[in-house]
């Protein structure tokens, strides 16, 4: 092996030739004299020789961070190879961070001794424990975090929420509310640097838990800082998800949050999910439904309006699945922000705005509001008495929303008071004219006003039934006699009498009430006539001189009417002068009256002669009781309805003679 290896004249050689050269010695060759050859044993030591022949064939690993030794290139110069340093594994997940990298024991060390270092600075405190947890929990990539709630948080252990929970407890309010100031800015600042913020999401989380409003303090400040990052999407979306973390807890306060915060940000297209899912996750949380029923609104009647306004109106400008989120959302919130409607200033601040919507949806969304105020709030009804002239169209639109909606506020609208406020509007209606909306509020009111209900009337016909089973046993009673050929002892009755022992006692009744019946009638035989005749003798005086007095009083009467007609004659010129159309109002109004006066009197004395036939019948005992039965149920029900219509019609003309 040893033959193959040869070595060449290094430039030493020819330097000392030419040193020889110059001395004056002149170097001799002989060419029949071969070169001395120099094999690798020569050259190296014999363990340099067998270590590379070792590592040619059978190479020893070396560790990664032990650089590697220089090497010589051809031309005799160094190459330093560069180290390679194998860097740490990071964890995927924030449980595995969690797991491997923290530890409660440290984490409580920790603590203690940033409190015993700096006891009066607790936002040292809070930078030194932000930065442990910011380092321990380094995932790749790392985890944002749910809409509302979740991790970082709910990676950590309960021990080591419990011990971080316990130092921020040590720290008064309003430093809180500084606590969570910092935490926010911080995860802005580090994110936009690209750093590590799960610690200062953690905190962030404890913090709106343990205290709510600590994150509504200082909103303003939150929304100056998201100004500030707002073309940075990552860093706004973490400022909003830090500031929404308030509402896992309370839900006012996640409401407020979203309205402040969340809601101005609704139309840029980065953050347009977020807002809409931040806003499904906090009424899942805390189970809100349309249905839902708050003794308080959560926002009160512009954050309302600004809403309404947003779902119908700017969500056309959003992407379409995000539009049909919010709009389903919709319900519930307005459930939150209303409060059942009870808040009667909901009425005067909805009514005016019917005449600049431009949604249909949001028209009818708005009726149904006031719908409701109607029904739920005695003082709205009230406001819209007092603004029906001035907003004449609008009244029309909800009076015909009513209509239409009726069996759903139907229940609580039809009362006295509303009752008596819509015959206010059909006054107004009659009284004007070319107004505008005037013919839609006059047909609303109208329709309306036949939903009423007839005043109730007693479900059962006690009286009237007791009347009917006391004739009714009476005629069963004269019946069974006439069968018995008149001896009440063999008719039924008496035998039944007899059977149950009481035949003595019904029979010494009955003689007892006939001996006093006759008693009584020969009474009135007796004295009746003398003091008849003798109130005849003393009253004729003063009879027919009452008799005089009302002939006088007829004349005078007469004249008086004479000249009312003479005046009102005289009246009706001027009033047609002033008033174009007002005689043949009255015109026909008199002859209204005189058709209820005729239609009146001829009902009175229909009643009269059917009364004075009936008690003839009675009298002469021809009465047959079953049809007598009968005939007074039917005439009951008769006589109900006619007295219904007949009240219902005199109200009708009444009124409008009055009008």
Same mark, same amino acid.
């Given at each position: 092996?040893?033959?193959?290896?040869?070595?060449?004249?290094?430039?030493?050689?020819?330097?000392? #030739?030419?040193?020889?050269?110059?001395?004056?010695?002149?170097?001799?060759?002989?060419?029949?004299?071969?070169?001395?050859?120099?094999?690798?044993?020569?050259?190296?030591?014999?363990?340099?020789?067998?270590?590379?022949?070792?590592?040619?064939?059978?190479?020893?690993?070396?560790?990664?961070?032990?650089?590697?030794?220089?090497?010589?290139?051809?031309?005799?110069?160094?190459?330093?190879?560069? #180290?390679?340093?194998?860097?740490?594994?990071?964890?995927?997940?924030?449980?595995? +961070?969690?797991?491997?990298?923290?530890?409660?024991?440290?984490?409580? /060390?920790?603590?203690?001794?940033?409190?015993?270092?700096?006891?009066?600075?607790?936002?040292?405190?809070?930078?030194?424990?932000?930065?442990?947890?910011?380092?321990?929990?380094?995932?790749?990539?790392?985890?944002?975090?749910?809409?509302?709630?979740?991790?970082?948080?709910?990676?950590?252990?309960?021990?080591?929420?419990?011990?971080?929970?316990?130092?921020?407890?040590?720290?008064?309010?309003?430093?809180?509310?500084?606590?969570?100031?910092?935490?926010?800015?911080? !995860?802005?600042?580090?994110? #936009?640097?690209?750093?590590?913020?799960?610690?200062?999401?953690?905190?962030?989380?404890?913090?709106? @838990?343990?205290?709510?409003?600590?994150?509504?303090?200082?909103?303003?400040?939150?929304?100056?800082?998201?100004?500030?990052?707002?073309?940075?999407?990552?860093?706004?979306? #973490?400022?909003?998800?830090?500031?929404?973390?308030?509402?896992?807890?309370?839900?006012?306060?996640?409401?407020?949050?979203?309205?402040?915060?969340?809601?101005?940000?609704?139309?840029?297209?980065?953050?347009?999910?977020?807002?809409?899912?931040?806003?499904?996750?906090?009424?899942?949380?805390?189970?809100?439904?349309?249905?839902?029923?708050?003794?308080?609104?959560?926002?009160?009647?512009?954050?309302?309006?600004?809403?309404?306004?947003?779902?119908?109106?700017?969500?056309?400008?959003?992407?379409?699945?995000?539009?049909?989120?919010?709009?389903?959302?919709?319900?519930?919130?307005?459930?939150?922000?209303? @409060?059942?409607?009870?808040?009667?200033?909901?009425?005067?601040?909805?009514?005016?705005?019917?005449?600049?919507?431009?949604?249909?949806?949001?028209?009818?969304?708005?009726?149904?509001?006031?719908?409701?105020?109607?029904?739920?709030?005695?003082?709205?009804?009230?406001?819209?008495?007092?603004?029906?002239?001035?907003?004449?169209?609008?009244?029309?639109?909800?009076?015909?929303?009513?209509?239409?909606?009726? *069996?759903?506020?139907?229940?609580?609208?039809?009362?006295?008071?509303?009752?008596?406020?819509?015959?206010?509007?059909?006054?107004? /209606?009659?009284?004007?004219?070319?107004?505008?909306?005037?013919?839609?509020?006059?047909?609303?009111?109208?329709?309306?006003?036949?939903?009423?209900?007839?005043?109730?009337?007693?479900?059962?016909?006690?009286?009237?039934?007791?009347?009917?089973?006391?004739?009714? !046993?009476? *005629?069963?009673?004269?019946?069974?006699?006439?069968?018995?050929?008149?001896?009440?002892?063999?008719?039924?009755?008496?035998?039944?009498?007899?059977?149950?022992?009481?035949?003595?006692?019904? &029979?010494?009744?009955?003689?007892?009430?006939?001996?006093?019946?006759?008693?009584?009638?020969?009474?009135?035989?007796?004295?009746?006539?003398?003091?008849?005749?003798?109130?005849?003798?003393? @009253?004729?005086?003063?009879?027919?001189?009452?008799?005089?007095?009302?002939?006088?009083?007829?004349?005078?009467?007469?004249?008086?009417? !004479?000249?009312?007609?003479?005046? &009102?004659?005289?009246?009706?010129?001027?009033?047609?002068?002033?008033?174009? @159309?007002?005689?043949?109002?009255?015109?026909?109004?008199?002859?209204?009256? !005189?058709?209820?006066?005729?239609?009146? +009197?001829?009902?009175?004395?229909?009643?009269?002669?059917?009364?004075?036939?009936? +008690?003839?019948?009675?009298?002469?005992?021809?009465?047959?009781?079953?049809?007598?039965?009968?005939?007074?149920?039917?005439?009951?029900?008769?006589?109900?309805?006619?007295?219904?219509?007949?009240?219902?019609?005199?109200?009708?003309?009444?009124?409008?003679?009055?009008?």
């Amino acid at each position: 092996m040893s033959d193959k290896w040869e070595t060449v004249s290094s430039g030493k050689a020819v330097t000392g #030739a030419k040193k020889a050269a110059t001395n004056g010695r002149v170097a001799t060759k002989n060419p029949k004299k071969e070169a001395k050859v120099y094999t690798v044993e020569d050259v190296l030591p014999a363990a340099s020789v067998v270590n590379s022949f070792a590592s040619a064939f059978d190479p020893v690993p070396t560790p990664k961070s032990t650089p590697k030794s220089p090497k010589k290139d051809a031309n005799g110069k160094a190459a330093q190879a560069k #180290a390679k340093v194998e860097k740490p594994r990071v964890p995927a997940t924030l449980a595995e +961070a969690v797991k491997e990298r923290l530890r409660v024991e440290d984490l409580k /060390n920790l603590i203690e001794d940033v409190q015993q270092r700096w006891p009066d600075s607790p936002l040292l405190w809070l930078r030194d424990v932000a930065q442990h947890l910011n380092q321990a929990l380094v995932t790749q990539p790392e985890a944002a975090g749910e809409v509302l709630g979740g991790e970082p948080l709910s990676a950590l252990t309960a021990s080591m929420r419990k011990v971080i929970t316990a130092m921020l407890q040590r720290v008064e309010e309003n430093m809180r509310e500084t606590f969570f100031e910092t935490c926010v800015a911080n !995860t802005a600042h580090e994110l #936009a640097k690209g750093g590590g913020v799960a610690g200062w999401r953690c905190l962030t989380q404890l913090l709106a @838990g343990l205290q709510p409003t600590a994150v509504t303090a200082h909103l303003p400040r939150y929304v100056e800082l998201r100004n500030s990052y707002q073309n940075r999407p990552a860093v706004g979306l #973490a400022i909003l998800w830090s500031v929404g973390q308030a509402g896992h807890r309370s839900l006012q306060s996640g409401i407020k949050v979203w309205l402040e915060v969340m809601l101005p940000v609704l139309t840029l297209r980065h953050y347009t999910k977020y807002v809409v899912d931040y806003l499904a996750a906090l009424l899942a949380t805390h189970g809100v439904t349309p249905h839902t029923q708050l003794s308080k609104p959560v926002m009160d009647i512009s954050n309302f309006l600004t809403v309404q306004d947003a779902v119908f109106v700017v969500s056309s400008t959003i992407n379409k699945d995000c539009a049909r989120a919010l709009a389903g959302l919709y319900p519930g919130l307005r459930a939150l922000a209303l @409060g059942g409607c009870k808040n009667h200033e909901i009425f005067p601040a909805i009514l005016p705005r019917l005449a600049t919507l431009s949604s249909q949806d949001q028209v009818v969304d708005s009726l149904d509001v006031l719908a409701t105020c109607l029904a739920s709030s005695a003082a709205a009804r009230v406001h819209w008495h007092q603004t029906y002239t001035s907003h004449l169209a609008q009244s029309g639109q909800l009076l015909h929303y009513l209509d239409s909606h009726w *069996a759903r506020h139907g229940e609580q609208l039809d009362t006295e008071d509303f009752r008596e406020t819509v015959e206010a509007f059909q006054d107004y /209606n009659e009284s004007v004219t070319g107004k505008d909306g005037l013919q839609l509020a006059s047909e609303g009111a109208e329709a309306v006003a036949a939903r009423f209900s007839s005043p109730a009337m007693a479900w059962f016909p006690w009286k009237t039934l007791s009347l009917l089973l006391l004739i009714g !046993t009476a *005629a069963v009673v004269r019946l069974d006699l006439q069968r018995a050929g008149g001896d009440f002892r063999r008719s039924s009755t008496g035998q039944l009498l007899a059977d149950a022992g009481q035949y003595e006692r019904a &029979a010494g009744g009955a003689a007892w009430c006939l001996e006093q019946g006759g008693r009584g009638r020969g009474w009135a035989e007796e004295t009746i006539p003398p003091y008849w005749l003798h109130a005849n003798k003393v @009253g004729r005086p003063y009879l027919d001189l009452a008799t005089l007095k009302l002939g006088e009083a007829g004349e005078l009467a007469s004249l008086g009417l !004479t000249k009312t007609r003479v005046l &009102a004659r005289q009246g009706m010129v001027k009033l047609e002068e002033a008033l174009p @159309g007002a005689g043949a109002r009255l015109e026909e109004a008199q002859v209204a009256a !005189t058709k209820w006066g005729v239609l009146v +009197a001829a009902r009175a004395r229909s009643a009269g002669v059917a009364a004075r036939e009936g +008690a003839l019948l009675l009298v002469r005992g021809e009465v047959d009781w079953l049809a007598v039965k009968v005939s007074l149920v039917e005439g009951a029900e008769r006589v109900q309805e006619e007295v219904a219509a007949l009240a219902k019609y005199v109200e009708v003309q009444v009124r409008r003679m009055v009008k």
